[in-house]
């Protein structure tokens, strides 16, 4: 979506990636879709191993380092849970949100 846009508005903004590890999703209203299993070094795969269930992780001002270098680098993703992507993450993303573990809504 950044591509869209001029670089004045590119750099007055901050862009968010939204990923999860595992559970069951909803795309379509009322259709249940379990997540893909992340594939070993991806993005989902490396944040799994943060101790908390929600995290955010900044992307923007950070220096290349021997525990961040994987957002400096192609790295594998499952956009929207399900398909493979390579994405070099600091390039593409401002910061993430990561959740372990997802379920679909409860439809009332």
């Known amino acids: 979506m ?6 004045d508005l590119v750099s007055q903004s901050y862009y968010m990636g939204f990923f999860m590890y595992q559970g069951e999703v909803t795309f379509d209203k009322k259709t249940f879709q379990k997540l893909s299993r992340p594939p ?18 900044d992307f923007s001002g ?39 573990e997802v379920s679909p809504p409860n439809y009332l």
């Open 40 to 57: 070993k070094k991806s993005l989902e795969d490396d944040m799994k191993h943060n101790p908390t269930s929600i995290s955010f992780l």
């Open 62 to 100: 950070k220096s290349r380092n021997e525990v961040n270098k994987w957002i400096f680098r192609n790295t594998v993703i499952l956009d929207s849970g399900m398909m493979q992507t390579l994405i070099v993450p600091n390039k593409q993303l401002d910061g993430i949100f990561f959740i372990k």
């Open 2 to 7: 950044g591509s869209l846009m001029g670089p």
